[in-house]
């Protein structure tokens, strides 16, 4: 997506476009890790979701889900209750995302973790 939320393409015919629609809606900083964890522990409470995604800020992570909500992949209950309780879990659509995931871990495990980590041993290298 650009800037104004707006999709970059009016269609996507090119054979590495579904490539370029799934990314945007699965794209950005948070939205595989936040997956991920509903993936994982299904229904999760909004401030419980926070502590497990870390460093993001209730903002950005209330704007990630509000798109993952309007791209169908996530649904949000909220219980009327004092003080309200927030709930997220996958829908069906989000839960078709599990193989997915669940490959980008195993990528994740066996090369972008070492990647990263000669990384940063080669930034260790040339500061010192």
């Not at 794209?27 to 229904?43: A, P, S």
């Not at 193989?99 to 994740?108: D, E, N, S, T």
Request: aromatic share 6%; glycine share 8%; charged share 30%.
């Amino acid at each position: 997506m650009d800037t104004n939320g707006k999709a970059r393409h009016a269609n996507y015919e090119l054979p590495a476009c579904p490539v370029e629609a799934t990314l945007e809606l699965i794209g950005g900083k948070w939205k595989g890790i936040v997956l991920y964890y509903l993936m994982v522990d299904g229904r999760v409470r909004f401030s419980v979701l926070k502590r497990k995604v870390g460093c993001v800020t209730q903002r950005m992570l209330t704007k990630q889900l509000r798109e993952l909500e309007s791209s169908g992949l996530v649904n949000r209950i909220v219980y009327a209750e004092v003080p309200p309780r927030v709930e997220y879990e996958l829908t069906e659509e989000g839960e078709s995302l599990k193989p997915v995931l669940l490959a980008l871990k195993k990528w994740g495990d066996a090369h972008a973790l070492p990647l990263l980590e000669e990384r940063e041993n080669r930034r260790a290298v040339e500061a010192s």
